[in-house]
Structures are given as C-alpha cells and as structure tokens.
C-alpha cells in the first residue's frame, strides 16, 4: 500500500483545488467556474430572478474581456485594491429592471450573442 499522510481542516480537503497563477484569466466574480452548459446557465438566471434581483447583461470581445495581468494603464493594483484593466464591460441595453421571466433574460442573452459573435456576454444580478 501506498504511504500517505491524511490532512483534514473539517472539510473534504480532496475536493479542494490549488489556484494556478500560470496563464490564468480573470472575468471577475465565479470566473474560477469551468463552462457552464445551457442548462446550468438558465438555472443560475433563475435563480436571480427567483431571488427578486434585477439582471444585467454586458458583453465585450475576447481582447477586451480578459485580463492576463493588471494591464498596461499603470496603475499599481497593490495600491488600488480591485482594479486591473479591462473590468468594465459595455452593457446589453439597460437593466431588466421587475423582470420575472427568466426566459426574457435568456432571450436576451441570445440576442446579445447573435448581435456580438465571438463576444463573451455575462449577467450580473443586482440586489436593490
């Protein structure tokens, strides 16, 4: 058999996954999440709407949606807690504001794809 040494901080430390800093990409919140297929897109657009947030779509172009690195503004990060290059995305027409539908939002999200091929498009939910 083969000699290991068992770690437990209480939780399933196998589960666990060591943050690469290699060629790693940011998209700001869950971009650490692998793809996630059709389906998993709708229920987490269910879940704003269930909740009562109000969805928000943004999308930009592959060259302007990652970050590699902090960029070339040279502003010092370390110095500005948050802030790296390309954050800020251009929004897919306003807030859905009352929206109950998550069919609407996934609507137009399709449209915001077809409008933009190639771009990444992504939903915030925002709690007022």
């Not at 196998?14 to 998993?40: D, G, H, I, R, Y």
């Not at 800020?88 to 539908?101: A, E, Q």
Request: with cysteine; hydrophobic share 35%.
């Amino acid at each position: 058999p083969k000699n290991t040494l068992n770690v437990s901080n209480g939780y399933t430390t196998s589960a666990m996954m060591v943050w690469t800093p290699n060629n790693n990409k940011f998209f700001e919140t869950l971009s650490f999440l692998p793809p996630l297929s059709q389906q998993e897109i709708a229920q987490q657009i269910q879940y704003i709407v269930r909740s009562g947030w109000t969805p928000a779509l943004e999308f930009a172009a592959p060259d302007a949606a990652l970050t590699v690195n902090h960029g070339t503004s040279g502003i010092v990060s370390s110095a500005t807690c948050g802030y790296y290059d390309n954050r800020y995305w251009s929004m897919w027409k306003l807030p859905m504001f009352g929206c109950t539908d998550p069919n609407q939002v996934l609507y137009e999200v399709q449209a915001c794809t077809r409008a933009f091929p190639g771009s990444y498009v992504r939903c915030a939910g925002f709690d007022n």
